[in-house]
């Protein structure tokens, strides 16, 4: 059972929900004008605020509090959405309005009035509240705040800023005249706000509705007196005749009713044989513009308009133009000359057409030449093996030594032709991943014993660590990985003149297993960084005169890397080494 008792403040707020009541009806019954049914719902929900607020106040205990400061909820959390709604409207962002975009700006509202009412099971709104006096007859709801409140409170202040910043773009935008209307508005809505933070200083009673009222007068005084949303005198020509673009303007009967300068300049007509002529007319040789588009509302699409040897292209936009009931009068029609975009656009596909046939072209070539190439190098290198055999004879000193200088520079060969042959085959997307399990362990192992000769022949520390962390048994394509892992640590120990060269082979993450090596070489300029894994592309242009190499290498590995879905990045410094590390997914051997 609920109980009342009489307060002062009581009749403040009934006074309060009386205007907006009177407002809500007032403005109801001027539903046409364009804003009025938002700014309607906006005094309905000042309504319910002031009125459950009042009925609070009378409250004489608890229970009775409680309940009225739940059916306040219905104002507190619509307001901010009718406020927004209005500012749209006023701000002439009316086509943003859709069913679907309404109801999503009212999921929030639904789902708060429902934790309201609930707030007994879950206390997400108001973990705990009492009363509070704040003289000797009048007691006030002490509440305190939960989670879902201030996802309420934060929604809300987004959605009064919007309206701010809408209302502001309307005030830059309208001419002087009319800022006064624009004016008031926006006083409509920082009153409450300026309000709300007064009224936090006196005894947390909430004055917020007595300032949403003055926010409807003001509202409906702007739209009223001041005849808010009515076009001013000229506004239409003033606007079209100072646009670069031909702008139309068609009745429902695709006759032209006023065309600007522009559009006079681009048909090369006088504005008498274009306005009052049906478009057919006026558009001779292109009727079929307009027959396609003559129903079409709110559309943006690119035409070309003339003869063959004359051929513009044009972006052409339609909107609607409708009266202060919604009604479609005609369509608004303005076609931007993108003439010199298509032609920037057409050079440029030419340009990227050319470029991609020169690489495949390339591509083509290298995989050939390379191709050819290794046939020729086993027979050399083959026959240098036999050579060197006792069924052929002895071999001087010399002679060794030149067998063995064939083999060496056959090897070499080969090495740069198989890689030219990877270069083409991944950058035409020939190559395929032969995915199995692996032993990352054996991989490491492998190409230490492979590459401490090398190492060991510049006197450079080779070191090999693998973290434990890391699953014994992994999936990918351990053939390519070794490839890459080879590539990095070679590359390092011929640019090491001192100092070590390391291998790591690590967890990065859950997800994710890294491969990193280390030198205490030369370093790589920072804007040498990503030109690197460029092909045929070094630090230092002789690097190749020096130790050698295609300059593929580092090429291979990034193609590789991002073939496995997975990421290499550098860390160099001149003078400071250099570390280079791949980051791969991590995929282990499912148990059996």
């Known amino acids: ?50 009125a459950g607020y009042m009925l609070e106040f009378m409250g004489a205990d608890l229970e009775t509090k409680l309940f009225w400061a739940k059916i306040q909820y219905f104002g507190i959390a619509t307001l901010p959405v009718a406020l927004f709604l209005f500012s749209l409207d006023f701000s002439g962002y009316k086509l943003w309005r859709t069913t679907p975009k309404l109801a999503f700006l009212l999921i929030i509202p639904i789902l ?21 006096f704040i003289d000797a007859r009048t007691s006030i709801l002490n509440l305190e705040h939960g989670p879902a409140f201030w996802v309420n409170f934060i929604y809300a202040f987004i959605l009064l800023t919007a309206s701010t910043v809408l209302i502001i773009q309307a005030l830059i935008r309208r001419p002087k005249i009319y800022r006064g209307q624009t004016i008031s508005i926006l006083v409509g809505i ?35 007196k001041h005849h808010l949303f009515e076009s001013p005198p000229n506004a239409f020509e003033t606007i079209i005749e100072s646009m670069n673009d031909p702008v139309f303007i068609l009745d429902m009967r695709n006759m032209i009713i006023n065309a600007n300068s522009a559009a006079q300049l681009m048909l090369n007509l006088p504005i008498n044989e274009i306005i009052g002529h049906h478009s057919s007319e006026v558009f001779v040789g292109q009727t079929d513009i307009f027959d396609v588009y003559q129903h079409a509302l ?6 070309t308009i003339g003869p063959e040897s004359q051929k513009r292209h044009y972006e052409i936009s339609i909107s609607p133009l409708t009266d ?17 975009r298509k032609k920037a656009e057409n050079a440029m596909a030419i340009s990227r057409d050319q470029a991609l046939e020169s690489s495949r072209v390339k591509s083509e070539f290298l995989a050939r030449v390379s191709h050819e190439l290794r046939t020729p190098l086993g027979v050399i290198r083959g026959y240098a093996d036999l050579l060197s055999e006792p ?30 042959l990877d270069e083409a085959r991944l950058a035409a997307g020939a190559v395929q991943l032969e995915i199995e399990p692996f032993n990352p362990a054996e991989i490491l192992e492998d190409i ?68 990193e090596v280390n030198d205490t070489g030369p370093g790589i300029p920072e804007e040498a960084h990503e030109s690197i894994f460029e092909p045929f592309r070094q630090a230092d242009s002789s690097i190749p005169r020096i130790f050698g190499g295609t300059g593929l290498g580092l090429s291979i590995v990034k193609h590789l890397t991002n073939l496995m879905g997975g990421e290499i990045t550098v860390k160099s410094e001149v003078g400071n080494g250099s570390t280079f590390t791949i980051i791969l997914p991590l995929e282990t051997v499912e148990p059996e």
Do not use: C
């Not at 708060?112 to 509070?132: M, Y």
């Not at 709110?298 to 035409?303: D, K």
């Not at 070679?490 to 100092?499: A, C, E, P, V």
């Open 190 to 224: 920082a009153f409450p706000w300026i309000i709300n933070a007064v009224s936090n200083l006196i005894y947390h009673i909430d004055l917020t509705p007595f300032a949403l009222t003055i926010t409807g007068l003001a509202f409906a005084w702007s739209i009223y």
């Open 391 to 420: 069924a052929y004879g002895a071999l001087s000193e010399l002679q060794n030594k030149a067998v063995s200088e064939i083999i060496d520079s056959t090897d070499r060969i080969s090495g740069m032709v198989g890689e030219l």
């Open 112 to 132: 708060t009035v429902i934790l309201v009412f609930s707030n007994e099971l879950h206390r997400l709104i108001w973990p705990a509240w009492s009363l509070k």
């Open 298 to 303: 709110n559309i943006r699409e690119e035409i």
């Open 324 to 340: 202060r009931l919604d009604k479609i009068l005609g369509r608004a029609i303005i076609l931007h000359d993108i003439s010199d």
């Open 1 to 50: 059972m609920q109980s009342f008792q009489y307060t002062p403040y009581a009749s403040l707020l009934a006074l309060s929900a009386l205007i907006a009541a009177v407002l809500a009806v007032y403005i109801w019954d001027r539903r046409g004008a364009t804003g009025a049914k938002s700014a309607a719902a906006l005094m309905v929900a000042v309504f319910v605020w002031s």
């Open 448 to 515: 230490k014993q492979k590459l401490s000769v090398l190492a060991d022949q510049k006197k450079l520390e080779l070191n090999a660590e693998l973290d434990p962390d890391l699953p014994a048994q992994l999936v990918g394509d351990p053939t390519r990985i070794h490839q890459m892992v080879t590539n990095l640590t070679s590359n390092s120990i011929k640019f090491t003149r001192k100092g070590e060269v390391g291998i790591h082979f690590y967890l990065h993450d859950t997800n994710q297993w890294a491969l």
